[in-house]
């Protein structure tokens, strides 16, 4: 406290009559660039351009050395003269290779995010299965064909597909509420890969715009807002595999330009019975910019997708014969998805570094998926086959004001403050009783779902010698509605709630490539409207409380270190399990844990990265050695080699790896470990790109998903509880043909 208050008092002290540097950064064509970074040498003040490349830094006097940076152009310094503060700079950055010296360790709380930019530059993403891969510690897994959202793995949590992971893309939410399949379901298939400008993430409940979901962390992907090239690119590999992608620049003028992605992909996979896997994607984006004045980008997309799939085969199966490791018991399982999206992003100059950025979006979404976990453990004649389905409209609104420059007495600093909604209309959300996805037999659950929630947040930086402190606050207001159709009469339920999310984090940076950072903070996701309504209000809105207390330094222009100890605790929830439409409670949970991560480029053409997290994860309500979480990863790492540039040969080898983890909450069921290597070669001439992609470099035998699952097959007299698994892809080549004009 008495650290806390003299800071405080330090930060309200005289402080000299601040001066301001602005203008605008543009390339060599004089092409704006955004989120740019302009940084003070001397006083250690920092900020960004807009959409349309201008930019205001505070506090700055002559003969302060200012850096100009962004990835793939060379930095630029200059040191401030009188006129500079007088008169709006234009800076022209030169195009070179990326870098790592290109980063600048400015003081903010997602710094981190900003050098793993360099990652998903140097390598790019190379299919929707690896958006998420790109966030250091963050594992996923596959276990339905394809066409499901992915399994999660993040800070000891198995997130399931993105319960305490907030997933957005340039700002519309991902994550479903009081979805059929699970609570905070995020399909992010309906992203074309190629379309990623950058992957923006925070680990932890730190982030006073991230609200619901924001426990474990979030992922907010930005897309490209324009085209340097048009591409066209075409795979074919083993399984069946076989992708067409384009993306054609339709106008590009002064101030607007409009682009076309689209993306076919086909697969049967190394299964016995073939996915049949499709998935359609298409996307179109405009742009139109007045610089220095305001940026609108109107994006529309569309994705559908199918699938047939094998589903999570028991272990028993397997060493008894009965089917191999790419065999099913039951191959009627798969399913149907789509979503359309209309999203507006508006972003205002207000001149004096004073902004006003508006996003709002429109979305439906439909779902339908068929799964058979226990096979014949309830009906021993039909078996167990589930389906779930639901028909959704999703629309939503943000506005958040910006000041980069602000004074209040001698005092300088930043803040932000918005306000905004969302608003789910769910139909015929439901879980039955199937068979072979013609018959329903039975209706386990079934209604309609109305999901309101409405927030507000505010945010400040004071930035007081080496020291910046970013107080914040988050209030989300919730309203849930459920007509049970079950019901032979009219059966409505709703309740509200309220969710106060205050946070304060710490950054000290003794020198331009050093910081410290303390992060301090409440998150919360929200629970299914179903389990709301049945636990008559009670635990709508489970808080986590989160610490994360770390490091981030560059020993040499081309070399990152960053180390993070951090702890997390959550309230008591409840939990609506939506393969048997029952309510579960999970309990309170603590999950303590340690990152480490490097990033080397030695050479212009040699890039190294590595990520280690440990994680003690468990209950704290139950006794010693029944109180494992299960599922939660205890040690992963990832990492990899990046080789070559823009002409002749390029490539890469990178490898994931996953430690042996509990299954269940005595650790009796193990879910096994894996260490998997996927490859990249390349070669490139003129605008030719033509690449080899290797999936399993070793063919290692491996589980993607496993869950601990009680079941029954049909010659069984009695049930058994073991691991269930869906296979990993074996050693899996594909070629790919790119062109560019």
Request: proline share 3%.
């Amino acid at each position: 406290m008495k650290y806390f208050m003299t800071a405080l008092c330090m930060l309200f002290m005289g402080i000299a009559a601040a001066q301001n540097i602005k203008g605008k950064l543009v390339d060599e064509s004089g092409s704006p660039l955004e989120d740019a970074g302009i940084f003070n040498k001397t006083s250690g003040q920092h900020s960004h351009t807009d959409g349309t490349g201008h930019f205001v830094l505070d506090r700055t006097a002559v003969s302060d050395t200012i850096y100009f940076s962004r990835l793939g152009y060379a930095t630029q310094t200059r040191v401030v003269s009188a006129s500079d503060l007088q008169n709006p700079l234009t800076i022209v950055l030169q195009e070179s290779s990326i870098s790592l010296d290109q980063v600048v360790l400015v003081s903010e709380v997602d710094a981190l995010s900003r050098v793993v930019d360099v990652d998903v530059k140097t390598n790019p993403v190379k299919s929707s299965q690896e958006i998420l891969r790109k966030v250091p510690g963050l594992i996923i897994g596959q276990h339905a064909g394809g066409g499901k959202a992915e399994q999660i793995f993040l800070r000891g949590f198995d997130v399931d597909h993105g319960t305490d992971v907030a997933i957005s893309v340039d700002g519309m939410p991902v994550n479903m509420v009081s979805h059929a399949h699970g609570q905070g379901y995020a399909d992010l298939h309906f992203v074309i890969p190629e379309t990623i400008e950058n992957v923006n993430f925070g680990k932890g409940p730190y982030y006073a715009e991230q609200g619901n979901f924001n426990t474990a962390g979030y992922v907010d992907l930005k897309l490209r807002k324009s085209l340097d090239k048009s591409m066209l690119s075409t795979e074919v590999g083993q399984f069946g595999a076989r992708r067409f992608m384009g993306m054609l620049n339709v106008i590009d003028s002064e101030n607007s330009n409009a682009y076309l992605a689209s993306e076919l992909y086909l697969m049967d996979g190394p299964f016995e019975s073939p996915q049949n896997f499709n998935r359609l994607n298409i996307l179109g984006r405009y742009r139109y910019a007045l610089p220095g004045d305001q940026e609108l980008l109107l994006t529309a997309s569309h994705f559908s997708s199918k699938w047939d799939a094998s589903g999570q085969i028991p272990q028993r199966a397997v060493d008894q014969g009965l089917i191999n490791r790419f065999g099913a018991i039951d191959d009627t399982e798969g399913g149907q998805t789509s979503r359309t999206n209309i999203v507006l992003n508006h972003n205002k100059n207000l001149g004096t570094g004073k902004s006003l950025n508006t996003m709002a979006f429109v979305s439906h979404y439909d779902f339908e998926l068929y799964s058979n976990f226990t096979f014949f453990l309830e009906d021993p004649v039909n078996g167990d086959q589930i389906k779930q389905f639901e028909d959704r409209m999703m629309a939503g609104a943000r506005t958040v004001f910006q000041d980069n420059a602000a004074h209040l007495g001698g005092l300088d600093f930043k803040y932000n403050a918005g306000i905004g909604f969302r608003y789910d209309n769910v139909d015929d959300n439901q879980l039955s009783h199937t068979l072979n996805r013609q018959e329903l037999l039975e209706r386990m659950a079934y209604g309609d779902v109305d999901e309101v929630n409405g927030y507000a947040f505010a945010g400040a930086a004071f930035k007081s010698g080496k020291f910046t402190f970013e107080p914040a606050v988050r209030l989300d207001y919730f309203r849930f509605d459920y007509i049970n159709k079950m019901s032979e009469l009219y059966d409505s339920s709703s309740e509200e709630k309220v969710a106060f999310s205050p946070k304060f984090n710490t950054i000290y940076s003794p020198t331009e490539n050093t910081q410290f950072f303390l992060k301090t903070g409440i998150g919360f996701h929200s629970n299914d409207t179903r389990v709301v309504v049945a636990n008559n209000g009670e635990d709508i809105l489970p808080a986590a409380y989160g610490v994360d207390l770390g490091t981030i330094i560059k020993p040499a222009d081309k070399l990152v270190l960053n180390a993070t100890l951090w702890t997390l605790f959550l309230d008591q929830e409840f939990v609506y399990v939506g393969d048997a439409a029952i309510v579960e409670p999970s309990g309170k949970t603590r999950r303590i844990g340690l990152e480490v991560g490097a990033r080397y480029q030695p050479l212009d053409w040699l890039y190294l990265y590595t990520d280690a997290n440990y994680t003690h994860a468990r209950s704290t309500e139950e006794a010693d050695g029944e109180d494992y979480i299960p599922l939660a990863p205890d040690f992963t790492m990832a990492g990899g080699v990046t080789l070559g540039g823009n002409q002749g040969f390029s490539g890469g080898i990178n490898y994931r790896y996953i430690d042996d983890r509990p299954a269940n909450e005595d650790n009796s069921i193990v879910a096994e470990g894996y260490l998997v290597t996927d490859a990249t070669l390349n070669y490139s001439v003129k605008n030719w790109t033509f690449g080899l992609i290797v999936e399993n470099l070793f063919d290692t035998e491996w589980n993607e998903t496993q869950f601990a699952t009680e079941s029954r097959l049909f010659n069984e007299p009695t049930a058994v509880e073991e691991i269930h698994f869906t296979p990993g892809t074996p050693f899996y080549l594909r070629g790919k043909v790119t062109v560019t004009f």
